[in-house]
């Protein structure tokens, strides 16, 4: 997993959610991201070459799959991701896939083409999200942001306000949730609030370690990862390569 530095959620969600499953380990390299806004600045920390360097460390692990755990690619364009991926595979050897790039494969997967979009970001990002999703053939019907740059910071949005967020959007009309950002607490929150509600919710890191599975390979259906089962529906999920 590559991970923005300042991240604190993805780490310890994805060893609540690969608690008790066998058959892999996940190991994580980080590169610089303090800031999520459209700015010259801002967009240049999604530089490439920061990436797959961070991409290399991971390579010494002899890791089977590399996964940007980030979502950058849905202010920056899908394109933005198969580039990345498409450079860590070159320089590495080893596959590549992103949450992004899992979000359309997932959506691909399910049919899902009405999305509830639910970020802690600031609403000229929200925008380009949405602009971006909707030529791909996925718009965004509801949205809810909380209007926040400092990546640090959405971390500290509480689960009740997610969980908030996400039933605003389901109340006005969706196929599916996307929770987008991988700094923020959704993940927990999809297995009871799609009992109750009735609408799949994908949240970032939940949906870069089920691409990154697909992409390994792996059988979602196997006894060694049902534990995954327990955090959505999104796991009992089948796809082709998510990447």
């Known amino acids: 997993m590559l991970t923005p530095s300042s991240n604190t959620v993805l780490e310890p969600a994805m060893a609540a959610m690969t608690a008790g499953a066998v058959g892999f380990s996940l190991h994580v390299s980080r590169f610089r991201v303090t800031q999520i806004a459209l700015s010259e600045a801002a967009l ?35 394109d933005r991701d198969e580039a990345l991926c498409a450079a860590i595979t070159e320089a590495t050897g080893i596959p590549a896939t992103s949450a992004i790039l899992g979000f359309r494969a997932v959506f691909r997967a399910t049919g899902a083409k009405r999305i509830g979009l639910v970020t802690p970001y600031t609403a000229d990002v929200q925008a380009r999200i949405m602009a971006n999703w909707a030529e791909a053939g996925f718009p965004c019907t509801a949205e809810r942001a909380v209007g926040l740059s400092e990546n640090f910071t959405f971390a500290d949005v509480r689960e009740d306000d997610v969980e908030a967020m996400i039933r605003a959007v389901i109340r006005e009309g969706c196929d599916a949730v996307a929770v987008v950002c991988t700094n923020m607490r959704g993940a927990a929150l999809a297995d009871r609030l799609e009992g109750e509600l009735g609408v799949p919710i994908y949240d970032s890191v939940s949906v870069t370690l089920w691409a990154s599975l697909v992409q390994a ?21 089948p796809a082709g390569v998510a990447a």
Do not use: H, K, Y
Not at 64 to 70: L, M, R, S
Not at 217 to 237: I, Q, S
């Open 44 to 78: 240049a920390q999604f530089d490439v070459a920061p990436m797959v360097a961070a991409a290399m460390l991971l390579a010494d692990a002899r890791c089977d799959v590399i996964a940007w755990n980030g979502t950058s690619a849905g202010w920056l364009g899908f």
């Open 217 to 237: 390979g792996a059988d979602l259906g196997a006894e060694g990862l049902a534990p995954l089962r327990n955090w959505g529906r999104l796991f009992a999920t």
